[in-house]
């Protein structure tokens, strides 16, 4: 049975309105033009790529389910209280072979010492074999070694094979149906103006983008292809406290920070466009009202304003029970509340650069002709003044979703962040900061979580500011006189 | 000026009690006093009596705006909104749940917080300008490549990434200072040294290119170059004239958290074990402490207020053209 969380729904319609977006744009020129800029960047593309796989992963763990049970009740299926996602139904196997605790990576034996019961009656203690990591091994001592490094090689070469084969194929495919429009001139297109397969690939390898691309593209499927070929029969970043497998935790984790970086934005955007255009538009007391009602919410310390609100969300979630049909559920609602609250507390600083671009922009000669021709507020609003601030939109947007993902990890450090059955990167490091002091060290966890977040975080600033350079008209100008 | 200032603190009083309406309407209106006394006593098996009694114990036991069967002027001030909010006007914040005033316990652990965030703030504000002016002297060089790079790269770091490695490294493997904790007098360096290091730290990255952007700004105007030409040096161009310039955006994002260092920071203090209201404020979360919480968001937005009156006398000093009227 399908479940569509809140969160869920938000995604979704992020999702069409990115697509929606991108059609829309497509048509006109003028639009697609700073894309082609933000493609003719190496750097700025081969994020997009890190961040696409970032995204996959999230998708996947957002198309969520409710399993039927076996055994049907008067006739009806029942269906289990868990709710899972595709993600999970494809880790299957990093799910559910969880250790007895904690385990490092690629180890065969466990973190603790146990009483072993010997084959001749004696109990000695030592470290117990662990129930999946390396188990396929006779003697870990002697093989670990020589088998990780084997399979190493054998998934690096597999996913280098795999990489290349769908280059290929997706190369042909590109071919195919870009066959009629050839005079597009974005990289992909490119290999198929002579048309001869494989061989345009010299060509298109001149392009810098490209070749940067290819190359990161093919990293990526080795690194994919060790990482599976390892995890098949190892946990390859260890295990945490309660066995379970930290890359599976982690890549869960990707979900959550996905949400809050997008979802945030999805929610405080219509506000701070309508009410930074109104006050800029109108001014006088409207002015005024909106003016007030931003300074007063950005004069509260914004980790204090979440900490209160969340607080008080919490205690309102803890008295209605009533409202959940699954725990998934109710942790889904608490994250897209902390999405709305961090949306209220972040709108303030996108509402005033509206305002006064606004303000700007309806002294300029073509919206007083507008309003000379007798053309209505609204449609002045609609047609000459929203596409004119867009850039403004989206160059926030772009910034916004790194520092939000951030911001999550210490909000759930702080108490006030996501539910703690949510798996995040701020639950993660919560849950394994306590175990800095142990001997030897428990280190795989926080490495794990602060090593995705980084990549994470990495990938959307370069990203960003790939975006912006080629859609602020401002940047361009200083950084050209630098 | 003075009759500037008397009107920007004019001004700034309905902001304050639009922020406390909003605190009022978030702490008791979104739930009611019934719901957080049971939070407080645990969810199961609360006997209406333990509420009402609890209650009574902090004051909430009163109507929330109007009191009907009240007095004269009682009829106001025995409410819910006027003990437990409008007093935050007067400083008087009441107790927290442990029944300690909260306005002493401000007065105590300011010092300690300020001890962490001024040097952190002083240093800081020293290295990102000297770093971001290295970075505008060197401009489109592979220097200056390499130090944007690594700003970003330092900027896309988690801030709990450098508190919990600085620990580790300097607290755990090298037994510098202590992990955690505080003394009070001449005792308190070593226990200041590595949070005002991970401080200064955490934002190196943002920060020195957010400068680096206002000097390159600065650096593309006519009075640069006419400095050029009369053939100054570069340095003394940036030093002299761009540094001045570009004042007036630095001190506005920078006099504005001045007042606010007084709040010190959630994270670190927590961390360092530092006895301040970061901590505080982070205890009061965990512990559910509505109180104390209400009393900090009164607090802070009292003392970024203060901020926007200094930053807007800051501009007088560095800026002649700029007059307060």
């Given at each position: 049975?399908?479940?569509?969380?809140?969160?869920?729904?938000?995604?979704?319609?992020?999702?069409?309105?990115?697509?929606?977006?991108?059609?829309?744009?497509?048509?006109?020129?003028?639009?697609?033009?700073?894309?082609?800029?933000?493609?003719?960047?190496?750097?700025?593309?081969?994020?997009?790529?890190?961040?696409?796989?970032?995204?996959?992963?999230?998708?996947?763990?957002?198309?969520?389910?409710?399993?039927?049970?076996?055994?049907?009740?008067?006739?009806?299926?029942?269906?289990?209280?868990?709710?899972?996602?595709?993600?999970?139904?494809?880790?299957?196997?990093?799910?559910?072979?969880?250790?007895?605790?904690?385990?490092?990576?690629?180890?065969?034996?466990?973190?603790?010492?146990?009483?072993?019961?010997?084959?001749?009656?004696?109990?000695?203690?030592?470290?117990?074999?662990?129930?999946?990591?390396?188990?396929?091994?006779?003697?870990?001592?002697?093989?670990?070694?020589?088998?990780?490094?084997?399979?190493?090689?054998?998934?690096?070469?597999?996913?280098?094979?795999?990489?290349?084969?769908?280059?290929v194929v997706g190369n042909t495919v590109i071919r195919f149906f870009v066959k009629s429009r050839i005079d597009r001139s974005s990289t992909g297109q490119e290999i198929s103006k002579d048309g001869s397969g494989i061989f345009t690939f010299t060509k298109a390898m001149k392009n810098k983008p490209f070749r940067a691309l290819l190359i990161t593209a093919?990293?990526?499927?080795?690194?994919?292809?060790?990482?599976?070929?390892?995890?098949?029969?190892?946990?390859?970043?260890?295990?945490?406290?309660?066995?379970?497998?930290?890359?599976?935790?982690?890549?869960?984790?990707?979900?959550?920070?996905?949400?809050?970086?997008?979802?945030?934005?999805?929610?405080?955007?219509?506000?701070?466009?309508?009410?930074?255009?109104?006050?800029?538009?109108?001014?006088?007391?409207?002015?005024?009202?909106?003016?007030?009602?931003?300074?007063?919410?950005?004069?509260?310390?914004?980790?204090?304003?979440?900490?209160?609100?969340?607080?008080?969300?919490?205690?309102?979630?803890?008295?209605?029970?009533?409202?959940?049909?699954?725990?998934?559920?109710?942790?889904?609602?608490?994250?897209?509340?902390?999405?709305?609250?961090?949306?209220?507390?972040?709108?303030?600083?996108?509402?005033?650069?509206?305002?006064?671009?606004?303000?700007?922009?309806?002294?300029?000669?073509?919206?007083?002709?507008?309003?000379?021709?007798?053309?209505?507020?609204?449609?002045?609003?609609?047609?000459?003044?929203?596409?004119?601030?867009?850039?403004?939109?989206?160059?926030?947007?772009?910034?916004?979703?790194?520092?939000?993902?951030?911001?999550?990890?210490?909000?759930?450090?702080?108490?006030?962040?996501?539910?703690?059955?949510?798996?995040?990167?701020?639950?993660?490091?919560?849950?394994?900061?306590?175990?800095?002091?142990?001997?030897?060290?428990?280190?795989?966890?926080?490495?794990?979580?602060?090593?995705?977040?980084?990549?994470?975080?990495?990938?959307?600033?370069?990203?960003?500011?790939?975006?912006?350079?080629?859609?602020?008209?401002?940047?361009?100008?200083?950084?050209?006189?630098? | 000026?003075?009759?500037?200032?008397?009107?920007?603190?004019?001004?700034?009083?309905?902001?304050?009690?639009?922020?406390?309406?909003?605190?009022?309407?978030?702490?008791?209106?979104?739930?009611?006093?019934?719901?957080?006394?049971?939070?407080?006593?645990?969810?199961?098996?609360?006997?209406?009596?333990?509420?009402?009694?609890?209650?009574?114990?902090?004051?909430?036991?009163?109507?929330?705006?109007?009191?009907?069967?009240?007095?004269?002027?009682?009829?106001?001030?025995?409410?819910?909104?006027?003990?437990?909010?409008?007093?935050?006007?007067?400083?008087?914040?009441?107790?927290?749940?442990?029944?300690?005033?909260?306005?002493?316990?401000?007065?105590?652990?300011?010092?300690?917080?300020?001890?962490?965030?001024?040097?952190?703030?002083?240093?800081?504000?020293?290295?990102?300008?000297?770093?971001?002016?290295?970075?505008?002297?060197?401009?489109?060089?592979?220097?200056?490549?390499?130090?944007?790079?690594?700003?970003?790269?330092?900027?896309?770091?988690?801030?709990?990434?450098?508190?919990?490695?600085?620990?580790?490294?300097?607290?755990?493997?090298?037994?510098?200072?202590?992990?955690?904790g505080y003394a009070g007098g001449i005792d308190s360096i070593k226990f200041v040294l590595l949070p005002v290091l991970i401080g200064v730290m955490g934002s190196v990255g943002a920060s020195s290119r957010w400068y680096r952007t206002i000097f390159l700004e600065e650096i593309g105007k006519d009075y640069v170059r006419t400095a050029r030409a009369k053939?100054?040096?570069?340095?003394?161009?940036?030093?002299?004239?761009?540094?001045?310039?570009?004042?007036?955006?630095?001190?506005?994002?920078?006099?504005?958290?001045?007042?606010?260092?007084?709040?010190?920071?959630?994270?670190?203090?927590?961390?360092?074990?530092?006895?301040?209201?970061?901590?505080?404020?982070?205890?009061?979360?965990?512990?559910?402490?509505?109180?104390?919480?209400?009393?900090?968001?009164?607090?802070?937005?009292?003392?970024?207020?203060?901020?926007?009156?200094?930053?807007?006398?800051?501009?007088?000093?560095?800026?002649?053209?700029?007059?307060?009227?």
């Amino acid at each position: 049975m399908p479940v569509i969380l809140w969160t869920d729904a938000m995604i979704f319609l992020l999702l069409a309105t990115v697509l929606a977006a991108a059609l829309w744009i497509r048509k006109r020129p003028h639009l697609v033009l700073p894309w082609q800029r933000v493609a003719k960047g190496s750097v700025g593309m081969v994020s997009l790529l890190v961040l696409s796989l970032f995204v996959l992963v999230g998708l996947l763990d957002t198309m969520h389910y409710r399993a039927a049970l076996p055994e049907k009740s008067n006739g009806q299926t029942v269906y289990s209280a868990e709710v899972l996602s595709v993600f999970d139904a494809l880790a299957i196997g990093l799910r559910s072979r969880t250790e007895k605790t904690y385990s490092a990576p690629l180890a065969a034996y466990l973190y603790a010492k146990e009483s072993i019961e010997t084959t001749d009656g004696k109990i000695r203690r030592d470290y117990p074999r662990l129930l999946y990591g390396g188990a396929h091994l006779a003697d870990p001592q002697r093989e670990l070694q020589g088998d990780v490094l084997k399979r190493t090689v054998v998934g690096a070469l597999v996913g280098l094979l795999i990489g290349i084969f769908l280059i290929v194929v997706g190369n042909t495919v590109i071919r195919f149906f870009v066959k009629s429009r050839i005079d597009r001139s974005s990289t992909g297109q490119e290999i198929s103006k002579d048309g001869s397969g494989i061989f345009t690939f010299t060509k298109a390898m001149k392009n810098k983008p490209f070749r940067a691309l290819l190359i990161t593209a093919l990293l990526m499927a080795m690194l994919l292809g060790v990482t599976a070929n390892l995890a098949a029969v190892y946990h390859v970043l260890g295990t945490d406290k309660v066995g379970q497998d930290v890359l599976y935790l982690a890549l869960k984790s990707i979900r959550t920070g996905l949400v809050i970086g997008t979802v945030t934005t999805l929610v405080m955007l219509p506000f701070a466009l309508l009410l930074g255009i109104a006050a800029g538009y109108m001014r006088g007391w409207v002015d005024d009202v909106i003016q007030y009602l931003y300074t007063v919410l950005s004069s509260i310390p914004s980790v204090l304003l979440i900490a209160a609100a969340v607080l008080m969300m919490q205690v309102y979630i803890e008295m209605h029970p009533e409202w959940f049909e699954t725990s998934a559920a109710r942790a889904d609602l608490r994250l897209l509340f902390l999405c709305l609250i961090l949306g209220v507390t972040s709108w303030t600083g996108l509402c005033r650069l509206l305002r006064g671009e606004t303000l700007k922009l309806r002294e300029m000669e073509y919206i007083q002709a507008a309003q000379a021709f007798g053309v209505s507020s609204s449609r002045i609003l609609t047609r000459h003044i929203v596409p004119n601030v867009m850039h403004i939109v989206l160059i926030a947007v772009v910034m916004d979703f790194s520092s939000l993902v951030l911001a999550e990890a210490v909000l759930s450090y702080v108490g006030v962040g996501v539910d703690p059955s949510t798996m995040s990167f701020g639950t993660l490091i919560n849950s394994a900061r306590m175990e800095m002091g142990r001997e030897p060290m428990v280190w795989w966890t926080l490495a794990a979580a602060f090593g995705f977040m980084l990549v994470l975080v990495l990938a959307a600033n370069l990203f960003a500011d790939a975006v912006r350079d080629a859609f602020d008209p401002r940047l361009n100008r200083t950084e050209a006189v630098a | 000026m003075i009759a500037y200032l008397i009107r920007r603190i004019l001004y700034a009083i309905p902001i304050l009690i639009g922020v406390n309406l909003l605190t009022f309407s978030l702490f008791f209106v979104v739930n009611t006093a019934d719901d957080m006394a049971r939070m407080q006593l645990g969810m199961k098996r609360v006997t209406p009596e333990a509420i009402e009694k609890w209650k009574q114990q902090h004051g909430y036991d009163k109507p929330l705006l109007f009191n009907a069967s009240a007095e004269g002027a009682k009829k106001i001030s025995d409410t819910i909104f006027f003990q437990k909010s409008a007093r935050m006007f007067v400083f008087d914040f009441g107790s927290s749940n442990d029944g300690r005033n909260v306005a002493r316990e401000i007065q105590t652990r300011m010092m300690p917080s300020l001890a962490i965030a001024l040097p952190t703030f002083l240093i800081g504000l020293l290295i990102y300008i000297t770093f971001a002016l290295l970075m505008t002297l060197f401009r489109a060089t592979a220097l200056d490549m390499l130090g944007v790079s690594l700003c970003v790269l330092l900027m896309s770091i988690s801030g709990l990434f450098y508190i919990i490695g600085g620990q580790f490294v300097a607290s755990k493997l090298w037994h510098w200072v202590p992990i955690s904790g505080y003394a009070g007098g001449i005792d308190s360096i070593k226990f200041v040294l590595l949070p005002v290091l991970i401080g200064v730290m955490g934002s190196v990255g943002a920060s020195s290119r957010w400068y680096r952007t206002i000097f390159l700004e600065e650096i593309g105007k006519d009075y640069v170059r006419t400095a050029r030409a009369k053939g100054l040096s570069e340095l003394r161009v940036l030093f002299r004239h761009v540094l001045k310039n570009a004042m007036i955006p630095i001190l506005t994002g920078v006099v504005v958290v001045i007042p606010l260092l007084f709040m010190g920071s959630l994270l670190t203090e927590s961390f360092f074990g530092i006895p301040g209201l970061g901590s505080y404020t982070i205890d009061a979360i965990n512990a559910q402490d509505f109180g104390v919480v209400r009393a900090m968001v009164f607090l802070g937005s009292m003392l970024y207020i203060t901020g926007l009156v200094l930053t807007d006398i800051s501009y007088t000093i560095v800026d002649p053209r700029v007059r307060l009227q």
